[in-house]
């Protein structure tokens, strides 16, 4: 028995030291972030400016590389069949990942056995805006306005995007009938929403807030149950109607069975990116707020977010193949 558990000790010992060395090794090589979208938007945005923050820190070039499409799920796929060594990241808004396995029922992969949290980045409520044709400023002009006429036009950046899902909440909870229109992405609906093709749009705060300031297009409110400190003057949707909250929660995960060395280490590394004066100029830019957890509260709220966005999707009806 003695024999038996000097070796168990041994062995014990031994892998202790090896994830510590594991981590003061990596990385050894440029580190990449697959972004779930389109360059230019705001998730885009923010994971570049971690990429420039983390090659510093890291001591080597981390990479951005752009693979948007069919909901997130062309990068979410490709990330849960790299290698898992964390070289190879997602990056893209949690949100959005939690809803597509309730969009999507023959997803690839699993969204949440096939990855590991590794660390958020930021969060930010949405806002929804209105054509000022509509003739309503606030959500409790704007319920009444859809009680007495049916089937108004929201917009979105597309099926089972956040966008889409928010509206969908809102819609729910406020007990009316609102119309979706779905576009394929975000920049397309705004510009059909400043024409007049359609009445409301939910949307992240940069792409509206220069348009409701030169009063192109009306705020309704923000996505959340209160008021944003960075945007005191614009209402929360909460505040007329309960249990609308959701955000833009920019975020990063690795595939499964990533070593925990190296999860610890990506953690800190974009905690202290975070804190960096550029990103937190960029993020007050964009409505946005610095966000930092552990690994393990990360995954604990993304696995709650999947169990909530699913009631909403399964009220909605939509599916996609």
Known sequence: ?????????????????????????????????????????????FSRVMAAEMSKSLGQQVLVENRPGAGTTIAAEFIAKSPPDGYTLLFTDLSTHAITPSIYPKLPYHPLRDFVAVAPVSVSPMIMVAHPS?????????????????????????????????????????GIDITPVNYKGGATSTISLLTGEIALIV??????????????????????????ALLPDIPALGETVKGVEAAVIAGV???????????????????????????????????????????EALQRSLEQDVKTWAEVVKATGVKLQ
């Open 203 to 228: 949307t992240t705060i940069p792409a509206a807030l220069e348009y409701v300031r030169t009063k192109r297009l009306v705020a309704i409110g923000l996505t959340a149950e209160k008021r944003s």
């Open 1 to 45: 028995m003695k024999g038996l558990y000097g070796k168990l000790v041994v062995l014990l010992l031994g892998n202790l030291m090896a994830a510590g060395a594991l981590a003061q090794a990596f990385p050894v090589k440029p580190v990449r972030l697959v972004v779930a979208f389109a360059p230019g938007g705001a998730t885009d945005t």
């Open 253 to 295: 995960l690795a595939p499964a069975a990533t070593p925990r060395a190296v999860i610890d280490r990506l953690n800190a590394e974009f905690a202290r990116a975070v804190d960096s004066p550029k990103a937190r100029e960029i993020f007050t830019v964009n409505g946005a707020e610095a966000m930092k957890t552990t690994p």
């Open 134 to 174: 509509v003739g309503v400023k606030s959500a409790r002009e704007l319920i009444a306005l859809a009680k007495k006429h049916p089937g108004i036009t929201c917009g979105n950046a597309g099926i089972g995007t956040v966008t889409h899902m928010a509206a969908e909440k809102f819609r729910m909870r406020a």
